[in-house]
């Protein structure tokens, strides 16, 4: 027997169904009740695609008004909610993707509201991107354009980021795009630049920015500030500005010395990986009989070592990066206290920020002696002393099948974050080897606290060691509990170990941000992958590692403890009790929304709800909306929670059957 999926035709003849509706009233009512369902999106586009086609204005009309209300309708939290669903903007995108609109101005016209709630979402790239026909691309680029020119900052990160790939470099509108961006809030310069960190090659090529954006990048380097951006950001308007073929150009129309820009290409080069160049390591090492060292050699700055006075005084006097540039150079060419103040002072007083520096620059530096304090220790212990300048990559290999040939004790006294990795692994020879007091103590007594906060997924299998060592790493975690959550996690598996409350409370906001990121759905921009978890699932780890949910309700209510350390309980008391809490609870637990904390938190609420969300509960619906409403303009949480904002649009629930009105069907 031949099968053949006919679901497209099913879903024409249903499009054209509702088309042939007689009464206009029905009609609305049938648009309005299946538009926001993803499972009857294809329905939706082949009817308004046919009303178009055969010039139904009035019901077109009535069908634009009901996309419109979808994103920008209800009350204050609802209307929060539904605009980061931008459920009708999807729909006249797909419009604008496929062509259907490029015949008539006054139709695209029609759509334009439905189109602005979507421009202001954070992957609102990954609807408009693929517009091709040209009448639709510029009547899309002017929306985007006015969007920009009139909506706050919240409203308008996906304008700009779309407008970053469809605007031409000769539009006169491109300065409004520079002006945007570079008179942003650093949350907003932050949240745009990190988009494309990950994302500076194109099918194996460099990709060339628009020099707009190229020449956006370099002014917020030579900010004063510019390590205000941080590392991600920073290293990607490093590539963005370097990946261009009029760099040199761009730096002298921004008024940077001549003596300077010649030696750009090694100050702010393209980053190794960035390269068309063939990659091949200059040298390769074992270190500790299981770290394979690569040194690449990096596009040398020009005989830095015989620079003239003149050179260095030239470069002194520049700004921003360039300046910390200088001094760090000014530092290894002849480290002493005196150029160690004058780095550290160009770094905002924190040696660490050197990682922020172009790899040409960081290579010189040893980062392990700038971890361990480097303000006590001589300042020529800070300059690397394997093969300065080089770009080392690290790569683990296998030693013997005994761990014999590895040197436990020099990796537990000189590098703990490696010991640390190993051991949450699970690393047989590892586990072996640190059974042995010696290296124990060692471990201990070189370990980093804040860097068991990345491992926090895996602190059940690290606390579990064998003693002294699990209950030494346990103790350090918790006297570093106190610090910011990290924003990286190296596990997506969560452990399970019993927190001991309340003394351990500290440790909640951890132990949650790991929860989430091992139960979220997975994203980016231009690529998604939907990973579920059911609330079941999740509330069954949450009782392996709480005794009691009555713990983590009494630190919830208690003023004693820290917002986030409440926030956290409020979230894993949730889980812990089934859900039958959420409802009464919930309103309490949005209150103790903190912007600082928000990147966590926030989705941490929404996998909470999210099976509520999903049968589209009153409680959950409102709860939600009130923290998206609070968060709208922390682009770092919206860009946090998108994922789960992402997969509630493709929730379908049967929005026909659950209507319970079979005589608008007849």
């Not at 009708?88 to 797909?94: E, F, K, L, T, V």
């Amino acid at each position: 027997m031949v099968r053949f999926d006919i679901r497209p035709l099913q879903e024409f003849f249903a499009g054209e169904f509702i088309y042939q509706s007689g009464e206009p009233d029905n009609f609305v009512d049938r648009v309005r009740t299946i538009a926001g369902d993803s499972h009857w999106r294809e329905v939706v586009h082949f009817l308004l695609s046919a009303l178009i086609e055969n010039t139904r204005k009035s019901e077109l009309a009535a069908a634009v008004t009901v996309l419109t209300q979808l994103d920008d309708g209800g009350d204050r939290e609802m209307r929060a909610l539904n605009r980061r669903l931008a459920r009708g903007g999807i729909i006249a995108s797909r419009l604008l993707q496929e062509g259907v609109l490029e015949q008539d101005k006054r139709l695209r016209e029609q759509f334009r509201n439905c189109i602005v709630p979507l421009s202001g979402c954070v992957d609102a790239g990954r609807y408009f991107s693929t517009t091709k026909s040209l009448h639709s691309v510029q009547w899309l680029t002017d929306v985007l354009v006015s969007v920009l020119a009139e909506q706050a900052e919240p409203e308008n990160i996906g304008a700009l980021t779309c407008l970053t790939k469809i605007l031409s470099d000769t539009d006169e509108r491109s300065k409004l795009l520079k002006s945007t961006l570079v008179g942003a809030s650093r949350g907003y310069q932050r949240s745009f630049l990190e988009q494309f960190r990950d994302s500076t090659r194109d099918s194996g090529e460099p990709r060339i920015y628009p020099r707009w954006l190229r020449e956006s990048a370099v002014r917020l380097l030579l900010d004063n500030n510019w390590h205000d951006l941080g590392y991600a950001a920073v290293s990607a308007a490093t590539s963005i500005f370097a990946n261009g073929p009029d760099s040199k150009s761009i730096a002298r129309e921004i008024g940077i010395d001549p003596a300077v820009v010649r030696l750009l290409d090694g100050l702010l080069p393209a980053s190794i990986r960035d390269s068309n160049e063939p990659r091949s390591a200059a040298h390769v090492e074992v270190q500790y009989g299981i770290i394979e060292v690569q040194y690449f050699k990096p596009r040398e700055i020009p005989s830095w070592k015989t620079w003239s006075p003149a050179t260095w005084s030239k470069l002194s006097t520049s700004t921003g990066i360039l300046k910390a540039i200088y001094c760090a150079l000014n530092f290894v060419r002849s480290p002493n206290d005196e150029t160690l103040t004058h780095l550290r002072v160009a770094l905002a007083g924190d040696l660490r920020n050197c990682r922020m520096l172009p790899e040409t620059i960081r290579a010189f530096f040893d980062f392990q002696q700038i971890e361990l304090d480097g303000s006590n220790r001589r300042p020529s212990r800070l300059v690397r002393k394997s093969r300065p300048g080089y770009v080392m990559e690290l790569m683990l290999r296998g030693g013997s099948k005994d761990g014999g040939s590895i040197d436990w004790l020099a990796i537990a006294g000189t590098e703990p974050w490696l010991a640390l990795h190993l051991l949450a692994r699970g690393s047989h020879d590892a586990t072996k080897a640190f059974e042995d007091a010696k290296v124990q103590r060692l471990l201990l007594g070189h370990m980093p606290s804040e860097t068991l906060l990345a491992y926090a997924a895996k602190w059940g299998t690290l606390f579990g060691l064998t003693e002294p060592l699990g209950t030494g790493l346990r103790e350090l975690a918790l006297s570093a509990a106190k610090g910011l959550v990290a924003p990286e996690r190296f596990f997506d598996r969560m452990d399970h170990f019993k927190v001991e409350l309340p003394k351990e409370a500290e440790m909640l906001p951890h132990l949650l941000a790991a929860l989430v990121h091992s139960s979220s759905p997975e994203s980016s921009l231009f690529h998604r992958e939907l990973r579920h978890t059911s609330f079941e699932d999740i509330a069954s780890t949450v009782r392996k590692i709480f005794r009691s949910g009555t713990s983590l309700r009494k630190i919830f209510q208690s003023t004693a403890f820290s917002t986030r350390v409440r926030a956290a309980a409020g979230v894993f008391y949730g889980f812990h009790s089934g859900g039958t809490s959420l409802q009464k609870e919930i309103d309490s637990l949005v209150e103790l929304y903190d912007a600082a904390e928000a990147s966590w938190f926030l989705p941490a609420v929404a996998l909470l709800l999210n099976e509520a969300l999903a049968t589209e509960q009153r409680f959950a619906l409102k709860a939600m909306g009130a923290l998206l409403e609070s968060a709208n303009s922390n682009l770092p949480a919206r860009f946090a929670v998108n994922p789960m904002v992402a997969s509630w649009r493709e929730i379908s629930r049967a929005p026909v059957t659950q209507a319970a009105e079979p005589m608008l069907w007849k």
